[in-house]
């Protein structure tokens, strides 16, 4: 029977709305058209006041809100703050929790990260130990909320609660937000840990907007024990040229001399220009004279940038025997490939050769003049 009145009184309400709304447009339509018009500008500007004065307010509260929680931060900061130096100028490291109310829990293990930074050592275990009660609760935020929080979120773990709370990490860098994943790459990228490479690196080719050195350097600080995968990576055809090509870089930077050999074979086996020209690199940097016949093969690329990079890589690897095929390339019609040209001249012949060039009628003249000034021999 309750249930049978309420529904009565919810349809004598919504009869009473529906003929309220019905007396309204008829009553417009008995007006004239241009007071019609003039009765909705008014309505209008009645709306839109009444709007403005209800974000006003709301605005008005939030700031309200605003500072009084600043306030209350500040002396919670305060308080927290002259604990943690008691904790830390006192030699009993036993009992390291503070007692911290539900609702303030997220702020104060906020406050022991930014406070984290101030310290190393010992130091910063104390100030691990006192945020480990509260790290699960932010564990549990990684998998909900904005993606810029749960980034914050994965540095704040990182920094109070590796490793022990790695497992949340490696889940996170599943996550659909790129700035999830990166965060999470760039924790689990820990020369400690080399076993988390094959979780990394097929994650890699969905990080298009970050920057290549980046990514490279984020390989490369993992250490050499990591060099082999990054090998088998370098000539996995099926992989993404970018995850081909930070692996290469990685290489190179970690300075792996069996990348060398790999370089070699995937120039064989590969023509994409970018992933040439990093693998012409590691030859360059860690190359000997057995790889000089592959690069004299690509010094006559159509690809600009591997007829750079190859004359870059013979400078370091070639022999004098090669002058003449440097001294070719001078007359290549991209400036930047005779520059490289002079250069590689340079490193195999010395400038004698290069003098003689900057001295002549040589249309590339000014070239050798300007690596010479480089060096500081002209």
Known sequence: MAFDGFKELLNKIYDWFQSQVDRFFSYFET????????????????????????????????????????RRFSRLERSWERETMNLLAGDEHENLVVEVKRRDRLFYVQYLFRFASRFRGQELQIIKGMA?????????????????LRARNINILATLGFPEFIDPIIHALREDAPIVKMAAARILAHKNYPQHIDLILPELS???????????????EMGTEIAPRLRIELLNQEASIRVRIAAAEALRQVGDLSAADVAARVLELDADPE?????????????????RSLLLSLVHSPEEIIRIHALSALGSVGLKSDNAILKTALDDP???????????????????????????????ASVAQ??????HLY
């Open 206 to 220: 969905s990080f298009d907007g970050w920057s290549m050195n980046f990514l490279a350097s984020m390989l490369s």
């Open 334 to 364: 991209s400036s930047w490939v005779a520059l490289q040209a002079a250069s590689a001249l340079n490193q195999i012949s010395g400038e004698s050769v290069l003098i003689d060039i900057a001295e002549s009628d040589h249309p590339r």
């Open 31 to 70: 007006l004239p058209r241009l007071e019609m018009a003039l009765q909705i500008i008014i309505l209008t500007v009645v709306f839109l006041f009444v709007l403005t004065i209800i974000i006003a307010i709301g605005v008005f509260l939030l700031r309200v809100k605003n500072n009084y929680n600043s």
């Open 132 to 148: 480990r009660p509260y790290l699960p609760m932010i564990a549990k935020k990684l998998q909900r909320g904005y993606p810029e």
């Open 275 to 291: 992933l040439s020209a990093s693998c012409l690199k590691i030859i360059r940097d860690m190359g000997t004279p057995r790889h």
């Open 370 to 375: 300007q690596i010479l000034a480089e060096e």
